[in-house]
């Protein structure tokens, strides 16, 4: 009978669509609890947000403190590039692996570097591109050969340069490998303005996370491009790994 059914009478046969339900996503209670203790629409002091990042901080494991910075910068404008170092007090609570580039290895090794080599070290990364480091440093000499690896190194912000202050003499390479291994940091701001940096752990005193992240912010401000007009920090926000986000005041 085609479309048609027969029920006593010939009537059109309904067809039935069933509407795709779509999975609404959703929070842990754990979560939407420590949230609840966060007032979005509030920007705290620097002591008040490290308080609530602490609270709120409920992981098994120790969780990171990270700070996420959104600046007033054109990112299609390569003047407006921000990079730059920072030595917390504190350190990240991370202990960060270091690969040297150098003809020197016996100065870098002494010097406590995780990673050693020239053209060996070069070659391998060519061939595997594969890093097993957190950061790179260069003597000025290994620049050119270390050109054939910059498309592995630079999207993942390891190329060295002299503005980041990774292309260091060899002379004062075990100065610059004691301080990355004691807190220095180096960021880079990415393609949406933003500047993400891990400047602590959950467990720490509140006072050091607190030094942390203003010696942080200092730092970031003293790189601002000059050509940056207004605003230069439009916003902070401090927050815990799986944590809520708390919008600070700096």
């Known amino acids: 009978m ?12 309904k067809k039935f669509f069933m509407k795709k339900k779509t999975k609404k996503p959703s929070h842990s209670k754990r979560y939407l609890e420590m949230a609840s203790k966060v007032d979005k ?11 609530i990042v602490k609270e ?26 921000v990079r730059g170092t920072a030595s917390l007090p504190y350190g990240t ?15 870098a090794k002494d010097a406590g570097a995780d990673i050693v080599g020239a053209d060996e070290l070069i070659k391998e990364i060519k061939t595997t591109e594969k890093i097993n480091f957190d950061v790179a440093l260069a003597t000025p000499e290994m620049m050119k050969d270390l ?4 498309k ?15 292309v260091v003499p060899e002379a004062d390479m075990a100065k610059a490998i004691g301080e990355i291994k004691k807190g220095k940091v180096n960021f880079r701001n990415d393609d949406t303005g ?8 959950a467990s720490w005193e509140e006072n050091k996370l607190q030094e942390n992240l203003k010696v942080f912010v200092e730092a970031l401000q003293k790189v601002k491009p000059a050509t940056v007009k207004g605003t230069f920090i ?3 926000t401090l927050t815990s790994t799986m944590g809520p986000a708390v919008k600070v005041a700096v």
């Open 2 to 13: 085609g479309d048609l059914a027969v029920t006593g009478s010939l009537v059109p046969r």
């Open 41 to 51: 629409t509030k920007t705290y002091s620097v002591e008040e947000a490290v308080k």
């Open 56 to 81: 709120t901080a409920k992981t098994k494991f120790d969780s990171s403190v990270e700070i996420h910075i959104h600046l007033g910068i054109d990112t299609q404008k390569g003047e407006q590039a």
């Open 93 to 107: 609570g991370k202990t960060k692996k270091v690969a040297v580039f150098t003809r020197n290895e016996k100065t």
């Open 147 to 150: 050109s054939q690896v910059a």
């Open 152 to 166: 592995v190194l630079g999207p993942k912000g390891l190329m060295p340069a002299p503005k980041s202050g990774t």
């Open 194 to 201: 933003n500047v993400h940096q891990i400047i602590g752990k």
């Open 234 to 236: 439009l916003s902070v």
